[in-house]
C-alpha cells in the first residue's frame, strides 16, 4: 500500500474518532476532568 | 536561522499551551473553554497554568470512566497531529520536550542512550495507556489512569509542585505515591541532563504514537541522494542519533531541522513539500 493511502486511511480514522468522540459525549468527561485537579495525575490520589 | 526559528515556536507552543500563568500564584486550576480540546504535546491539565487538556490524559479520562473503554476524540486528535507533523510535535510543539531541550544544555558530560531503552515507550503506551486504565478498576468501577498516576513527571512538575506550593491543604495528603512520582521525576531531570531528550526516548507514549507516523507523515524529511556525499555531519550532530541518509523515517526524528543546517551541500530537506516524492514518482 503506497504512503498516500496509509495517509489518506489515518486522517480518516482521525476524523471519525472525533467524530465518534464528540457525539458520545467524550469532551464533557475531558472538560469535567480538566478542569478540576486531578489528584491521581499529581500524584496526590 | 531554521534553529533560532524552532526555538522561537517552541517558546511561543510552551506560552500558548501554558497561559494561565497568573493562576500559578493563586493554584486555581483553568475552567474555560479551551479545556475541551487538547495540546498536541505533553502538558498536565492540572498545571494551573495550562489552557488546554493533555491528550494522554484526556485519553486515560475517558477509557476509565465506566461505558466507554477507549477515548476516541483524544486519539482522533494524536492521530491528525501525528498524519500532518509526525514527531515535528515533539520537536516543535511540545512543552515537556522543550523542557528537556532546556536541561540538555547544562555543561556537563553527555552520554550515547542505550538504543534498546528507546523501545521502552511503546511498552509504556500499551500497558499504562491503553490496558491498565481498562482492566484496573477500583471499588466503584472506575478505572485508573495509570500512566498519569505512576510514570507522568510533567504532571509532578506542572501539576503537583505549583499546586503544594500554593494550596496548604493538598500537603496533608502527600504520601508514597507522591514520593515514587517525585523520584520519577528527579531521574528524568537527571536523565534529560545527561541524555537528549530522555523521557521522550524511553518513556513518552505521545513519542511512541507519533513515531509511529512519522514513516507516513506529511512533513517529512527528504534527503537529496544526488546531492549527499556522505559526509557524516548530518549523523554526527543528531541528538536522537539519528542517521538521516539511512533512517530518514525514523520513529525517533523529531524533524528539528539540525541535520539539514548542519548538511554542507543543502541534500537534506524538512518540508510538506512532495518535490522529491515526484521525482522518485517519475523515476519509477
Known sequence: MSRKIFQAVVILTAGGFIFHGVTRGEVAIIFQKAARICMECIGLG | MKIFRRRLIQLAAFGFTNAQVLNLASGKIYKGELKNFCAPGLNCYSCPAASFSCPIGAMQAVAATSGFNFGFYAAGIILAFGILFGRAVCGFLCPFGFFQELLHKIPTPKKILW??????????????????PLTLTNYAGVGLPAFCQYICPAGTLEGSLPLLATRPELRQVVGSLFAWKFFILVVVIFGSVIFYRFFCRVL???????????????????????LCINCGRCKKICGMNVDPVRQNDSAECIRCGECAAACPKKAIAINFSTSLEKRDDCLE
Open chain 2, 115 to 132: 538504543r534498546p531503552l528507546m523501545y521502552a515507550k511503546y511498552f509504556v503506551l500499551a500497558v499504562f495507556v491503553l490496558i491498565l
Open chain 2, 204 to 226: 513518552c507514549p505521545l513519542g511512541a504514537i507519533y513515531g509511529l507516523l512519522n514513516r507516513i507523515s506529511f512533513y517529512r524529511l527528504t534527503v537529496d541522494e544526488n
